[in-house]
């Protein structure tokens, strides 16, 4: 907070802007800018920009991997203590990055907007502009959009973004995994579906999947044995096989074979429990095909409806069994508000030093309670994480959660 203070605090210190410009022809001044920029260069595209609103100055920060810190783009004025980033649970930017929602200091010379790409959040772009108004505030917000788009869309060729987000080296597993996972939150107006995965800098065998198929959300769930290259590569190869699969118009059991027949073929010796499932986001109806994992949680009213999703599992995959004869899936019908938890067994069974399991009530309440008090399904997840790594401060196991919300629109339903 008192670097905010300070912010505004320099407004005195900064030239005053040109005339500000239209806002159309500025974003289509940036996007035009933004094709031949590199990632080292974006900061000062979306800065000019900003300038032609009538906005002083702007920074990009970026959330690192495990949602701790906003870590500032490289661009040019960035004083030692800005290079440090800033705290996501104790700061106003940190505020804005929590909540999706723009923040201003007292004096409102200084705001923060939230920087997201769908419902993804990735980071804040900060913005120094004494006595805006309403209009160079849609200004700000659309310009931090922009911001998001550009980044998300240069991270895949560009390592100073991918570099922006870390705070340390990751492993050659870890780093291979992540080049497999897609984006950790999705939404439409129907339904969201959000994941965490930790140790994120070392992560072996664990993977998440999810997409939107039409009017289908697809969820996907594996946990490969081990901890180590092999492993990794066991779950990259089931992402792989899951999604071609889908993509050719296989069903759920289809997928399961999928999966077991790539294993079995050219990764023998590794085993891999998993839960596939997919959600209809117009009628509610939840399908899922459970071998060998932890059954998923459906959570509704704030209370979680014991065994609703438990059913005998079939066995893991890679022996093979499901390659002729894939198991049937289950199906229940959900209700508008329910959420499911999906999760590897490295959240139940991460241990405190005393010996004290997280355990399955542990992670349900905690979840429970922080979506009582507000906080979506990404905020929702990064509380639980740093609630399950303060209990085991280094953890054993990989630990993933996927939270699926079904929240129908009125017209929808």
């Given at each position: 907070m008192a670097r905010d203070r300070a912010e505004a605090g320099r407004t005195a210190e900064e030239a005053a802007p040109a005339a500000s410009e239209g806002l159309g022809p500025v974003l289509a001044w940036a996007l035009e800018r933004s094709h031949g920029a590199s990632a080292l260069q974006l900061a000062d595209v979306i800065g000019e920009a900003a300038r032609r609103l009538g906005i002083l100055r702007t920074r990009l920060y970026l959330a690192d991997l495990q949602q701790q810190r906003l870590l500032p783009l490289p661009q040019p004025g960035l004083t030692a203590?800005?290079?440090?980033?800033?705290?996501?649970?104790?700061?106003?930017?940190?505020?804005?990055?929590?909540?999706?929602?723009?923040?201003?200091?007292?004096?409102?010379?200084?705001?923060?907007?939230?920087?997201?790409?769908?419902?993804?959040?990735?980071?804040?772009?900060?913005?120094?502009?004494p006595g805006a108004d309403s209009g160079l505030l849609e200004g700000g917000r659309a310009l931090a959009s922009l911001a998001s788009l550009l980044v998300v869309s240069k991270a895949t060729h560009h390592d100073p973004l991918v570099q922006g987000q870390r705070i340390r080296p990751m492993t050659l597993q870890a780093e291979l995994l992540w080049a497999f996972l897609p984006p950790r939150t999705i939404g439409t107006d129907r339904a969201t579906s959000s994941a965490v995965l930790e140790p994120a800098y070392e992560v072996g065998g664990d993977a998440f999947d999810h997409s939107f198929i039409g009017e289908v959300l697809h969820l996907t769930l594996v946990d490969a044995m081990g901890h180590d290259l092999a492993s990794g590569g066991a779950s990259g190869a089931?992402?792989?096989?899951?999604?071609?699969?889908?993509?050719?118009?296989?069903?759920?059991?289809?997928?399961?074979?999928?999966?077991?027949?790539?294993?079995?073929?050219?990764?023998?010796?590794?085993?891999?429990?998993?839960?596939?499932?997919?959600?209809?986001?117009?009628?509610?109806?939840?399908?899922?095909?459970?071998?060998?994992?932890?059954?998923?949680?459906?959570?509704?009213?704030?209370?979680?409806?014991?065994?609703?999703?438990?059913?005998?599992?079939?066995?893991?995959?890679?022996?093979?069994?499901?390659?002729?004869?894939?198991?049937?899936?289950?199906?229940?019908?959900?209700q508008p508000g329910d959420r499911v938890l999906m999760y590897s067994d490295g959240i139940t069974e991460a241990r405190s030093p005393?010996?004290?399991?997280?355990?399955?009530?542990?992670?349900?309440?905690?979840?429970?309670?922080?979506?009582?008090?507000?906080?979506?399904?990404?905020?929702?997840?990064?509380?639980?994480i740093q609630n399950l790594l303060t209990h085991q401060h280094r953890l054993r196991d990989d630990a993933t959660i996927l939270l699926i919300e079904w929240h129908p629109s009125p017209r929808a339903h």
């Open positions: 203590e800005e290079c440090e980033g800033l705290d996501v649970d104790g700061s106003l930017a940190g505020l804005a990055y929590r909540t999706q929602e723009m923040q201003s200091t007292r004096g409102g010379d200084t705001t923060w907007f939230p920087m997201v790409d769908g419902i993804e959040r990735i980071g804040v772009m900060q913005a120094l502009a089931a992402l792989a096989a899951c999604r071609s699969t889908r993509r050719s118009g296989g069903t759920i059991p289809d997928i399961v074979s999928a999966i077991d027949r790539t294993l079995a073929q050219w990764i023998p010796d590794r085993i891999m429990t998993a839960v596939i499932a997919e959600l209809d986001t117009l009628q509610g109806d939840f399908i899922w095909i459970n071998c060998g994992h932890p059954p998923p949680l459906l959570i509704r009213d704030g209370h979680v409806l014991h065994n609703a999703l438990e059913r005998p599992a079939h066995p893991p995959l890679g022996f093979g069994f499901h390659i002729a004869d894939p198991p049937a899936q289950e199906h229940v019908r959900l005393e010996g004290d399991l997280f355990g399955e009530e542990r992670l349900a309440d905690r979840v429970i309670r922080s979506t009582a008090s507000g906080d979506n399904a990404p905020e929702a997840l990064r509380r639980l």
